[in-house]
């Protein structure tokens, strides 16, 4: 079992007091502050955007990833990262030409990583692969959050770590819909990283500091 890297969605937290919430995930010792960046044309919805971007990597010593579900990343890579990203993630069917854009990335500093809806095949973004630091499965159809888990992207986990044994070097992330059971399930097959939402995290009786103890026990 791999060590878990926990990414609280912050798209879930309560946005009346996000200072609040930032402190204590921190000091529940979360890993990655993980932003979902929406623009209502790719999926149909809006999320955070780069006021919430820059309040929360000016208020926290934790790294902090976007998740772009936008047409044309690559027009606003660099402002993302400007405003505190450390990892960047896009769906590659968005962009005209993706591995510029993942270049693009790790020139400016950040970390490249492509997001994997459930209708995309491994098959169709194998040429990026050898150009991507993180990968991160969708395992609920992007654009909201309280979804049911996708049985089926299990097979596409199956496939990305039958490519780490043929010599890639990525981190695997999901996300969507991750319980404590899928959490234990998933990094007991190798999977790194997890997205939090209200499955675990969010909404419930019981302090963050707790679950995310729980979580990494």
Do not use: W
């Not at 854009?101 to 020139?107: A, E, G, H, N």
């Amino acid at each position: 079992m791999v060590s878990k890297v926990l990414c609280p969605s912050m798209m879930c937290a309560d946005f009346s007091n996000l200072e609040k919430e930032v402190k204590s995930l921190e000091a529940a010792n979360i890993d990655i502050f993980h932003i979902d960046i929406m623009d209502g044309v790719y999926v149909p919805n809006f999320g955070m955007g780069l006021q919430d971007l820059e309040f929360i990597s000016n208020n926290t010593t934790k790294l902090v990833d976007v998740h772009l579900m936008i047409h044309n990343p690559a027009k606003y890579i660099e402002m993302f990262i400007d405003k505190g990203a450390d990892i960047v993630y896009f769906h590659p069917e968005t962009d005209t030409n993706p591995v510029s854009t993942l270049l693009k990335i790790k020139d400016l500093g950040a970390v490249p990583g492509i997001a994997i809806s459930p209708a995309v095949s491994i098959n169709s973004i194998i040429e990026l692969i050898p150009y991507c630091e993180n990968i991160m499965i969708m395992t609920v159809n992007p654009g909201f959050s309280g979804q049911k888990f996708l049985e089926p992207t299990m097979n596409k986990i199956k496939e990305l770590f039958e490519l780490k044994k043929k010599g890639y070097k990525f981190s695997i992330f999901v996300d969507g819909a991750i319980s404590k059971e899928k959490i234990n399930q998933l990094s007991q097959i190798g999977v790194e990283g997890f997205v939090l939402g209200t499955s675990v995290l969010f909404n419930k009786d019981e302090s963050y500091q707790n679950i995310i103890e729980k979580i990494k026990q």
